[in-house]
């Protein structure tokens, strides 16, 4: 049998190589996307629901004093074992934060955040946590060790607490996310996505100079 007839038989051997190899690589891109989803940067948009925030260049949506959605009852057990009820911060500029231990980003954002907390703290702005999919308040708490947070964080397995904020406020597969709440408790900014030091005081700034 001459070279050129057996060629033919050669790459029909070859085809469930490459099927296979194919098949690897789309699910190689299924799982990283997967895993990507589950700690995601976040995205412009909460998932519809008119709660009249105004997206800047930055990726900071604001809403105007006047049209501020109030923030839901957000109180229960911390992961240290404690309680928090934010409606006690009332008065006070509070800036909630979605996180895990689970999530990359989550890490990279946290010493920003204790920083800024410790520079305004006495300023009259509070901080809280909302710690979700965290099984065990274990990792939760190791994660506050390592990276010295001093606020509380609500312990919010299942997101529980998220599904009291209004339709269209939070995306759940925006995690970290950041809140800003005014001194009245309304919504006044919002962040879907991990804040460096400089972007999240220029979002706390303008509702801390509110009047």
Do not use: H
């Not at 299924?30 to 105004?54: K, L, R």
């Not at 509070?94 to 305004?120: H, I, M, T």
């Not at 702005?125 to 099984?135: A, P, Y």
């Not at 299942?158 to 309304?186: C, E, H, M, W, Y």
Request: charged letters at 25%; proline letters at 5%.
């Amino acid at each position: 049998m001459s070279a050129a007839s057996r060629a033919p038989a050669r790459s029909k051997r070859s085809r469930p190589a490459r099927l296979r190899a194919v098949l690897v690589a789309a699910v190689s891109v299924t799982t990283v996307m997967s895993a990507m989803s589950a700690c995601s940067s976040g995205g412009a948009s909460g998932g519809g629901g008119d709660t009249n925030f105004i997206m800047g260049e930055d990726g900071i949506a604001t809403a105007a004093k006047g049209d501020r959605a109030a923030a839901p009852d957000l109180s229960g057990a911390t992961v240290d074992g404690g309680q928090v009820d934010v409606g006690d911060y009332e008065g006070k500029v509070v800036v909630l934060n979605v996180w895990g231990s689970w999530c990359g980003p989550c890490r990279l954002e946290a010493k920003n955040f204790e920083k800024v907390y410790q520079d305004l703290k006495d300023q009259g702005v509070q901080f809280v946590g909302i710690n979700t999919r965290d099984t065990d308040t274990r990792p939760a708490r190791a994660f506050e060790q390592k990276f010295g947070v001093s606020y509380p964080s609500l312990y919010d397995p299942t997101g529980k607490l998220l599904l009291r904020f209004r339709k269209g406020t939070l995306n759940p597969q925006a995690i970290p996310s950041t809140l800003v709440l005014d001194r009245d408790g309304g919504i006044a900014a919002r962040a879907l996505a991990p804040l460096s030091e400089e972007e999240l005081r220029k979002m706390i700034a303008p509702v801390l100079a509110e009047k």
